[in-house]
């Protein structure tokens, strides 16, 4: 089904609400119409944050772009999956316009952009949304204000949801049980924003000098609200994937057993691919490749046992079993969003460590570090390889790979960093070698 806004065809656009439930129209239109074009080999791409579906569809256009040319003799559909996540409007995008640059006010306010996204990200919170714009349009000087701010934060995302909702948002199970507890939404608001304040001003400081001016601590509690945000983002990826996903591939899988299926997932969107793993009915191979592009998610996921806890593992262990081919982890020491602000953001609770020596990756990344970080660790026989070796060679025809991507994963000013400058044709590229679509 070709898109107006997509150059490649065969696309199809699968869209899913935050319980993982599909639109039939357009999940039916995708199963009926990869037959009917003689589709060999379908790639499925996830996004990470994003304000709305015209984001989501032009980062698909411009990543599937390149494709037709690297491989064209190869019968390829593409799929891009549309979930309800969102961004903060002042994190900037390489080579996307940003056309609100101009009137974004000064952090810590919200922005209108923002506002209007975390209302339409959060339904019926709108009064909660309210106070903590108000909160930061004041900075008020008393700290029970900013403990009253970490209050409405966890109401708004929902700290403790109902069900089985908290095992979609987290990263590791000890002896069964989720571990989900960011040390973020317990203990004291102040400290928490005073450790987020210093590590903004880490990431603003020109090259990276320390300053010895003391931080606003409401600048800590508008990333905060950024982090609770990603927080809830990041289960609800979890949730898409499995629940809905991961069926669809099931349901495909079901009626036309020959299509070959690569996932690709941006940020969130990795760990939303990698649920769907969970998500697919017993028995269904048809998932020849897994690609993770800065992947917002521990590095533990697939992990068997944790090295700091051997009765702990990661929520996804094994689940790399289930693809008939490899996965491949990419990871960009550029990556400021998943270098220092993901494992500030997803300590748990009880771990003291702070940031007083300004080094939050070396403190904190070995133990809640990200995929797309330092890549996959602690799965015996994962494979190594620069992003130009890669490309070279003859991947392994399953396990996990990680891939240094960080020659082309570098663009990106605070606080994310690199953590969105996935858009290179030697990703597109990568796509297909793990794939071997040719």
């Not at 969107?269 to 998500?279: E, K, M, T």
């Amino acid at each position: 089904m070709a898109n107006p806004a997509v150059s490649v065809t065969p696309y199809w656009e699968l869209t899913f609400d935050a319980e993982g439930d599909p639109d039939a129209g357009k999940r039916d239109r995708l199963l009926a119409g990869v037959a009917r074009h003689g589709v060999r080999d379908l790639i499925v791409f996830a996004h990470g944050w994003n304000n709305d579906r015209s984001g989501a569809t032009r980062l698909y256009d411009r990543f599937f772009a390149p494709v037709p040319g690297l491989a064209p003799g190869a019968r390829i559909g593409y799929v891009g999956v549309v979930w309800p996540s969102m961004r903060f409007s002042d994190e900037p995008i390489p080579d996307f316009p940003r056309a609100v640059a101009a009137e974004l006010p000064p952090r810590p306010t919200l922005d209108k952009d923002t506002r209007h996204a975390l209302l339409e990200t959060f339904p019926g919170r709108a009064t909660v949304i309210d106070q903590l714009a108000r909160l930061l349009d004041q900075q008020p000087r008393e700290e029970a204000e900013l403990e009253e701010f970490g209050r409405l934060v966890r109401m708004l995302v929902d700290v403790v949801p109902p069900g089985p909702q908290a095992l979609f948002a987290a990263d590791t199970l000890a002896e069964g049980v989720p571990q989900n507890s960011p040390a973020m939404f317990s203990g004291s608001t102040a400290a928490v924003c005073e450790e987020f304040a210093q590590a903004l001003t880490l990431l603003e400081a020109p090259d990276g000098a320390a300053s010895f001016s003391l931080p606003n601590p409401w600048e800590g509690a508008h990333e905060l609200l950024r982090q609770a945000t990603y927080y809830a983002m990041k289960r609800r990826a979890g949730t898409v994937g499995e629940r809905g996903l991961g069926r669809v591939v099931g349901q495909l899988a079901a009626r036309a057993s020959e299509v070959r299926v690569h996932l690709v997932g941006h940020s969130f969107g990795a760990r939303l691919v990698s649920f769907a793993l969970r998500g697919l009915p017993k028995g269904v191979r048809t998932v020849k490749s897994v690609t993770l592009l800065q992947g917002a998610f521990s590095h533990y996921a697939f992990a068997s046992r944790l090295p700091h806890d051997a009765r702990a593992g990661g929520v996804l262990e094994g689940q790399h079993n289930r693809i008939d081919g490899p996965l491949v982890c990419c990871y960009s020491r550029h990556d400021s969003a998943l270098s220092t602000m993901y494992p500030l953001a997803s300590r748990m609770a009880g771990d003291a460590r702070g940031i007083a020596a300004l080094d939050i990756g070396r403190m904190l990344g070995a133990k809640w570090g990200a995929m797309g970080h330092d890549g996959v660790q602690a799965v015996p026989g994962t494979k190594s390889y620069e992003l130009a070796d890669a490309l070279r060679a003859t991947l392994p025809g399953s396990g996990c790979v990680n891939v240094d991507a960080a020659a082309v994963v570098r663009r990106g000013g605070p606080p994310a960093g690199a953590h969105s400058d996935i858009v290179h044709r030697e990703l597109a590229q990568l796509v297909l070698t793990a794939g071997r679509i040719r």
